[in-house]
């Protein structure tokens, strides 16, 4: 059983930083990625990570948002710059069993964290 805890959302304006964390345990999964959701929207695929070195971003978030792991510390990290209201959310980490390619498909993630909330204001 893989179990994701996210930490590191909040508040922030226009223009600034955030770095979300998503700490992981158990086995089997390789492929690990960042979607976030917002009210009345489905969920999105933001960034994604396999093998530690292949990566994918969204349109909207790409060169702005950076996606990391450091496998000593079975976590996960987004590096969140250049934030805009837009990106108001409730950001989730997921890890998908097996997996070579980074998926920006929710539907392709066997384990979720509970989410964290990350609002942007203007």
């Known amino acids: 059983q893989v179990q994701l805890v996210e930490s590191g959302g909040g508040s922030v304006q226009s223009g600034g930083s955030l770095r979300l964390s998503c700490a992981a345990s158990g086995y089997g999964y390789s492929t690990m990625g960042w979607f976030r959701q917002a009210p009345g929207k489905e969920r999105e695929g933001i960034a994604a990570?396999?093998?530690?070195?292949?990566?994918r971003y969204a349109d909207s978030v790409k060169g702005r948002f950076t996606i990391s792991r450091d496998n000593a510390k079975n976590t996960l990290y987004l590096q969140m710059n250049s934030l805009k209201p837009e990106d108001t959310a409730m950001y989730y980490c997921?890890?998908?069993?097996?997996?070579?390619?980074?998926?920006?498909?929710?539907?392709?993630?066997?384990?979720w964290g509970q989410g964290t909330q990350v609002t942007v204001s203007s």
């Open positions: 990570i396999a093998s530690s070195v292949r990566t």
């Open positions: 997921a890890a998908l069993r097996g997996g070579y390619y980074p998926s920006l498909l929710a539907l392709e993630y066997n384990y």
